[in-house]
């Protein structure tokens, strides 16, 4: 603490730093304040990191500003001060926060998209392969009861019985559950899409 300014008040010490760029009377300012200004945003923001930013912050606008300030109460502007950037530092939090969220979940969307379509391409791609390790007449008769033919209709157009058309489509199913079965979940998904 410098002796000198320790019996002004807090508004001489001001006068000074404006009038003269009092680098002494400032670091008595500071020094007078620093640590209950320090306390103050600590309560509010609970982070020693901030806390210290926020009003090394202060200072250093106080320092800057020093030529226009027409303080009349130096201990309610440094709180008022304070209390303006904590507030700032929340707005500014709170967007960060809000913008870092909506790329998350773009992020997750797009790739969660992507996931999918990836997905339902292979998919796509091993029930084909699927569909050609089927014996010929299994496989004309399952493709045609997933282009929406009843079992009869099937019947009369290959010229069989229905219940060699219900054998047909059990064995084609059983066969391309077996060869899905990595992907089955999906796979029932998929075959009742057709």
Partial sequence: MNLLYSAHSDEDILKSIGENNDEFAFAELYNRYFRLLFNYAFSKVNDQFVAQEIIQELFVMLWQQR??????????YLFASAKNLIISHYRKEFTRQYHYNQWEIQTNGATALTDQLTLTADLQHRYEQGLHRLPQKCKEVFVLSRQGHSNREIALQLAISEKTVEQHITKALR?????????????????SLF
Avoid: M
């Fill in 67 to 76: 030529h226009r300030n027409t303080i009349l109460s130096c201990r309610s």
């Fill in 175 to 191: 066969l391309l559950k077996e060869y899905l079965k990595e992907h089955f979940v999906y796979t029932l998904l998929f075959l």
